[in-house]
C-alpha cells in the first residue's frame, strides 16, 4: 500500500496523495479517487466502476435521500431501459438542444462470425433500433399519457433509480461518464402554480442532502434562459463551488410547464368537464455528487468522508508489539467494534495482517471521519487514541473507551457541521461582486477561477459575449438570495 | 374501477378475478397483476414497467436481501452495464450452452434519415459491439483477475443490484421479460472448501428470504449434471411450487469450482508462494420471486401479499354515509395510521374520493393484509372493523382501537406464518413417490402437474428420456432433505 515514504528523508512536509491540489487538481483528483479505492476507469470505454467503498457511498446518499423523496409523496417505479428511436424523434423535432450521442441497439443475437468469435447476427436486425435511455422523458410521459385521466389521477408522482448512458468520449470518473447512476423524477399536476412549487420543493430535497448529508454548501438558483434544459419553462439548479474554484452543477429541477405533457398528450379531464394538459416537472441527481463530495472535502493525504454519509465513520487500527499480546488488543478492538454497532456508529475494525503504519494510511487515505489508535498500553488502561481526519494530528488524544462512546456522536455530528461551515466559507469568500463588465474581465484575468456577481442584466450585453468565449465562463445562475437580480458567472465542470 | 359487480345478480359466488385461476391459470395470473396495479406490459417489446406498487414489493424483498447479503460479509459494487463482444467470445469457447439471443449495441449517434426521423449515424459505427449485460460473469471476472493478487485479497465477495437484459419473444410479467431486475453475487476464495460452503450459505440466504419474508416453502436441492448451470461444478436451487402444480426455480447459487477463475485468469499468490486459481461461486436471485409471490399466495379476489414485504400491511378505509360526518371520520382514520406508523406498522389511509365499496376491493385485489373500514359508529364507540386478507369475512370483526393496536403485529406475524404453513402443506400435497419410471408415467398421465419423487438412479434410465419428452417434464432437484438420493421432476416455468 502507497504511503508517503519519502516524509522521513526531508524536512519539507509530503503528502499522500500526488500531486498536491495546487500542483494538479485534476490528477490529484483520480489520484485521491485511487487512493482511496472508491472507483476505477472499466475495460469498457467511457464507462466506470463503483468499487465497494464508492458504492457504499452512493448507497449511504440514496438512502437519505429516497427516504426524502417518500416524505415528498412521490413513488417509485421502473421503466424500461430501451427506448424506441421513435420515441426521439419526436422529441428531436421540438427540441434543438436534442442529445444524439447515445448508445444504440441495432440486433438481438450474436452468431460466430467468419474469421470466428461473435457478430451480430445480420438476419437478428431490429426493424426499430432502440437507444439505451440517456434520459426517460419520453418513455415515462409515455405512461403518465396513460395513466392520467382525470383531475382525481393527480398530481402522479414517480421516480425511477437507474442507470443512464450518454457517449461521452472525455470522461472522468463520477463527474462525467458514457454511463451514471441516477435518480430521475416526474411529476405531473392539474395546476400551473402546483408544478412550479413542485419544482422548487424538490430542489429542496437536493438541498437537503448536499448540505446536510455531504456537508457542502450550496448556491440555489434559476438558471438563466440560454442555460435551461431544452423545453422547460424554468430550470433550478444547486451550483457548488469546488475547491479549484470551478462550479459544478449539483441537480437539476426543472418547470416543464405544458411543453411535455402537449408534445407527449398528458391530460386530464378536469372537474369542469374540459380536457386540460397536465403541468409537469422532472428532477434528476446523479453519481457526479460523488465527484462534488471528493472536490469539496478531500485534500493532499487523501478522501475526507462527511460522516453522515460515511461508509464507515470509525476505524479501529490494532497495533500490536508482539504476538503474545495480539489476542488481548484484537478482542479489545472488537468489542469496541460491537459497542460502536449497538449505539449506531459504523465502525470498522481492521483486522487484517497488514502493518499498522500502512492501516493508519489506509484510513487517512478513504476519509474514515475518525481513526482510533489501540495497542497494549490502551487496553491496560481502557483507553484508545483518537484522531479526526479532518484536524488531522493535531487532534489526537487518548481518553477512556467510556469517554469516546458517550462523546462519539457528537463528535460526528459536529465534524459534519465543521465540513459544512469550511464549504460555506470556502464557497463565500470565492464571490466577487463586479459592478460592470469591464471588472468582470478584469476579475477573470486576475482569477483562473471563482464566480464574479453581477446586475442579471449585464450578461444581455454584446460584450458579455466576448467575455464568456475569452475566459469559458459560462452563467451559472440567478442565486435566489439576490431574488434573482443579479446572476453568477464562472468557469465550470 | 372493475369490482365483482354480478355477485348481486346470480347466488353463485363470484370473484374479483377473471378467469379463476382453475379456469385459466396463466390469464388469472395476468388479471391478478393488472387488478393490484403491479405491473404492465411496456411498448417496449419484450420489456415491463414495474408500477409503484409492484415495485415498492421489489424495494421490500431487496431490502431484507441486501441486509442478509452484507451480513454474509458481501460487499457491493456496481460494474457496466455494456460488455465488449470479445469478452463472450472467449465464454463461447468453453460454454456450449451460452445464450446468445441478447441486445447488441453497434453505434453511438443517432442522426436525421433521408426519410426523416432519426437512424444509427452510419459514420458512428463501433469498432467492436457491446452487448448489454445478459449477467455479469465476464466483466466482474476481469476485474477480480486484476484486483485478486495475494491470498491476502481473499476471500473477494462482491455482488451488484442491477437490470439485465436478454432477449426474450415468448415474455411473461414478472417470470421472463427481455429485461429484468436482479442481484448477482461473485464470490471468490483460496479453497475449495470455502467456495462449496459459500454456494450453500448463498443458497440459505435466499431459502431465508422466500420463506421468512415471502412466505413461500422452498425444495431446496442440488441440480442434476444435465440442469446445472453451464461451467458450474454444482448448482443448487430451491425449487417452488406453484398453486397450478407447475415449479419455479426461485434462484441458483453456482459452485463454480475453477472453470471461470481458469478462463478469466482469476489468480493468487498462496501462502506457500506458489500461483492457484481462485475457487469461484456466483449466486442470483431475480424480480421473478414476484411473480412466485403471485403464483403462490393469489386467490380468485386478487393479490394477497406477505405482511413482512406488503407495500402497505394494513388499509384504513372511511366509510362516510353524510358529508357532515366525513371530517370526524377522516380524522380518526389519520390518527389511526399515526399511531400505526409509531408502532413500526405501514398503513395507508385511503382518502381519495372513490366510493367505499371500490376502495375495499381495490384493497382486496392489492392483496392488503390486513383491511380496517371505520364508519361514524365506530368513532362514536372508539372501535374499528377489521378483516384479514387471507381469511376474507369469516374474520371481519368489530374491535376497539386500543385492542387493535395491541394485537395488529402478532396478528400480522401470524398471517405470515399461516401463509408459509399453508404454502408448505400445499408444496407436500402436490409430491408424490414413485416406484419407478412405469409408475411415474401413470403419474403423470393422471396429473397435469405436480412433483414425482423417485430413486436419483431412475433418471439415467432410456424410458426416462420419454417421460421427458412425452409430460414436457425435468429433474428439478436433488432435495437435501433425501441426502441427493432422490430426484424430483415435474413441469416448470
Given amino acids: 500500500m502507497a504511503q508517503p515514504q519519502k516524509a522521513a528523508q526531508s524536512g519539507k512536509p509530503k503528502t499522500a496523495i500526488t500531486p498536491t491540489r495546487e500542483e494538479n487538481f485534476p490528477e490529484w483528483y483520480q489520484s485521491v479517487i485511487k487512493a482511496a479505492d472508491m472507483a476505477e476507469n472499466s475495460p469498457v470505454r467511457g464507462c466506470m466502476t463503483f468499487k465497494p467503498y464508492g458504492y457504499a457511498l452512493w448507497e449511504n446518499i440514496q438512502r437519505s435521500m429516497d427516504s426524502l423523496i417518500k416524505d415528498a409523496g412521490v413513488q417509485n417505479a421502473y421503466f424500461p431501459l430501451l427506448i424506441p428511436v421513435s420515441y426521439l424523434s419526436k422529441e428531436a423535432e421540438h427540441v434543438e438542444g436534442f442529445a444524439k450521442e447515445c448508445a444504440i441497439v441495432t440486433h438481438h443475437r450474436l452468431e460466430k462470425g467468419p474469421k470466428g468469435g461473435l457478430i451480430p447476427a445480420p438476419s437478428a436486425e431490429l426493424e426499430e433500433p432502440f437507444v439505451i435511455r440517456p434520459t426517460s422523458e419520453t418513455i415515462i410521459g409515455e405512461a403518465m399519457a396513460r395513466w392520467v385521466q382525470s383531475y382525481r389521477d393527480l398530481p402522479l408522482k414517480l421516480n425511477q433509480w437507474c442507470n443512464i448512458m450518454r457517449w461521452e468520449m472525455r470522461t472522468r470518473m463520477f463527474l462525467r461518464t458514457a454511463e451514471f447512476l441516477w435518480q430521475e423524477g416526474h411529476n405531473a399536476f392539474a395546476t400551473a402554480d402546483e408544478a412550479q412549487d413542485d419544482a422548487l420543493k424538490m430542489l429542496e430535497v437536493y438541498r437537503s442532502v448536499y448540505e446536510n448529508d455531504l456537508a457542502i454548501a450550496t448556491i440555489p438558483g434559476e438558471k438563466t434562459a440560454d442555460e435551461r434544459f431544452p423545453g422547460a419553462d424554468r430550470t433550478f439548479t444547486l451550483e457548488l463551488m469546488m475547491q479549484d474554484g470551478k462550479a459544478l452543477q449539483g441537480c437539476t429541477s426543472h418547470n416543464l410547464g405544458q411543453n411535455f405533457s402537449k408534445s407527449l398528450n398528458i391530460k386530464y379531464q378536469g372537474e ?217 458567472v464562472g468557469r465550470s465542470y
Same sequence: chains 1, 2.
Fill in 272 to 488: 369542469d368537464g374540459q380536457e386540460h394538459f397536465a403541468h409537469t416537472t422532472s428532477w434528476g441527481f446523479t453519481s457526479r455528487s460523488i465527484g462534488a463530495t471528493i472536490m469539496t472535502h478531500a485534500d493532499d493525504d487523501g478522501m475526507i468522508m462527511p460522516p453522515r454519509v460515511a461508509p464507515y465513520q470509525v476505524t479501529i487500527i490494532p497495533v500490536v508489539r508482539d504476538e503474545a499480546g495480539k489476542a488481548g488488543v484484537f478482542d479489545y478492538c472488537d468489542t469496541l467494534r460491537a459497542r460502536l454497532k449497538t449505539i449506531g456508529v459504523r465502525a470498522h475494525f481492521d483486522a487484517s495482517d497488514a502493518r499498522a503504519p500502512d492501516k493508519m494510511w489506509a484510513s487517512i487515505k478513504k476519509g474514515v471521519p475518525v481513526r482510533v489508535e489501540i495497542g497494549q498500553r490502551e487496553v491496560d488502561e481502557g483507553q484508545l487514541t483518537m484522531t479526526r481526519r479532518d484536524l488531522g494530528k493535531d487532534s489526537k488524544k487518548t481518553i477512556s473507551v467510556d469517554e469516546f462512546i458517550g462523546t462519539i456522536p457528537p463528535l460526528l455530528d459536529s465534524m459534519q457541521a465543521d465540513l459544512l461551515a469550511r464549504s460555506r466559507t470556502f464557497t463565500d469568500s470565492r464571490i466577487h461582486d463586479v459592478r460592470d463588465l469591464a471588472a468582470m474581465r478584469d476579475f477573470f484575468v486576475a482569477e483562473t477561477a471563482g464566480f464574479a456577481r453581477c446586475e442579471a442584466s449585464l450578461t444581455a450585453q454584446p460584450e458579455f459575449e466576448k467575455i464568456r468565449k475569452d475566459f469559458s465562463i459560462t452563467p451559472r445562475c440567478l442565486p435566489f438570495a439576490d431574488s434573482g437580480q443579479k446572476v453568477l
